[in-house]
């Protein structure tokens, strides 16, 4: 399965098969920015955003793109997306209404949460949509109840090894219960029509998608025995995005995906579909935040800046992330190690307790690109702060 990578890797230059993080803005124009709108603001480009959404479709022709929402519900990335064509997966009627919003249709959402409330259900169920994932038994009589002609999708566990967050650690059946989980739906009066796994989030391999698949197909086929009418094949999400280091270019990781889809499925009619969240939108943000505050404390310099651990930072805390910090001529001045804090009086709202950076201004901006996936939307006004603000450029 390695091949496609192997034969890539061998024929290309690094800069072809790898990306690295990039901010969306320049110095310059962060400047104007933030003098018109204020700091902390986060720049959601639209044309990088549909770069990164072309590139993926590009490269899996046949797999459907349901953007994940939970990465980051703004409107300026929803917005675009369904204007391109693009599905969206909701795990909430609070992200189905978002996407409402946005301009999507429920024909073209999916419910990816294997728990629901029956509120969340119900609303969801409601306002039209159909597809909805279920992992364990305790959730059939509630879809049979409140969503009878749901078309369900089961959610298996799988194993992966080189992503940064597991996702199977709280959600998806195991092998042995999968089919008769599918047959228990069934016969509660359901239909059960697809199957779905997520290999984990920042899932730096692909080959980890191969042995997911792998599984997947040992279990369609167990399933398809039992009398299971399956059509719908979901691969989750876990496409990588540049942070400190750099990852495979959407190109060649989705090439190498639909390679393992061809191999795994591919003599069978499935419909296709993926979830991309990170890989997609992670990019498409960059942060300017700007220093509000400095002093040498015990022969270190700390920089306090106007966003943190409980703003867009949050994704260091819970998505386990770091994100590179830049300064304006960086490489022209003389750099120093510091630490750089939030706003808040929280003294844990660290940001950085080894950056190197220059000797900064007051008032100075930095730029923090790869801020656009589980940042803004798992920031909190903590401290009576307001969260940074989020503007689309072209
Ligand atoms: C979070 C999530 C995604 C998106 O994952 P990424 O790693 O951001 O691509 C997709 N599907 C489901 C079910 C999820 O929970």
Redesign the pocket.
């Known amino acids: 399965m390695a091949t496609v990578l192997d034969q890539i890797t061998t024929e290309s230059s690094a800069a072809d098969v790898y990306r690295s993080a990039r901010p969306v803005v320049s110095f310059a124009e962060a400047e104007v920015l933030a003098q018109q709108f204020g700091s902390p603001l986060l720049v959601a480009s639209r044309s990088v955003l549909l770069r990164n959404y072309e590139a993926m479709r590009a490269a899996l022709p046949n797999v459907e793109l349901f953007y994940?929402a939970?990465?980051n519900p703004a409107d300026a990335i929803l917005r675009p997306l369904c204007e391109a064509g693009s599905s969206v997966?909701v795990?909430s009627w609070g992200e189905m209404q978002a996407a409402l919003q946005a301009g999507f249709s429920p024909d073209n959402m999916i419910h990816?949460?294997p728990c629901k409330t029956v509120q969340n259900l119900t609303n969801c169920y409601n306002a039209g949509l159909r597809w909805f994932?279920f992992d364990n038994e305790n959730e059939i009589p509630k879809l049979a109840q409140y969503a009878p002609d749901a078309k369900l999708i089961l959610?298996l566990a799988v194993s992966s090894s080189s992503s940064l967050?597991n996702?199977s650690a709280k959600?998806g059946a195991f092998e042995a219960d999968a089919v008769p989980l599918m047959l228990a739906a069934q016969a509660a009066g359901l239909s059960v029509k697809g199957m779905?796994f997520?290999v984990?989030?920042?899932?730096r391999s692909p080959e980890d998608f191969h042995h997911a698949l792998c599984q997947a197909r040992r279990i369609w086929d167990k399933a398809v025995r039992a009398g299971i009418e399956l059509e719908m094949l979901?691969v989750?999400?876990?496409?990588p995005a540049p942070y400190m280091d750099s990852v495979l270019t959407l190109d060649v990781y989705c090439r190498s995906l639909q390679r393992a889809l061809d191999e795994t499925f591919g003599d069978i009619p499935v419909r296709v579909i993926a979830?991309?969240?990170?890989?997609?939108v992670a990019e498409t943000m960059t942060l300017i935040t700007r220093v509000l505050g400095k002093s040498t404390r015990a022969g270190t310099r700390w920089y306090i800046i106007d966003d943190g651990l409980y703003g867009s930072f949050s994704g260091q805390v819970f998505d386990h992330v770091e994100y590179p910090i830049l300064a304006r001529a960086a490489q022209e001045r003389e750099q120093f190690s510091c630490v750089v804090a939030g706003p808040t009086c929280d003294s844990s709202d660290v940001v950085n307790r080894d950056q190197k950076l220059p000797d900064l201004e007051i008032g100075e901006l930095l730029l923090v690109p790869t801020m656009g996936?589980?940042t803004c939307a798992s920031a909190s006004p903590f401290n009576g702060l307001d969260l940074a603000r989020i503007i689309g450029v072209e």
């Not at 984990?200 to 899932?203: L, T």
């Not at 979830?275 to 997609?280: K, S």
């Open positions: 994940a939970k990465a997966d795990c990816t949460h994932v959610r967050i996702l959600f779905s997520h984990g989030s920042q899932c979901d989750g999400g876990g496409f979830e991309p969240g990170r890989g997609l996936a589980y």
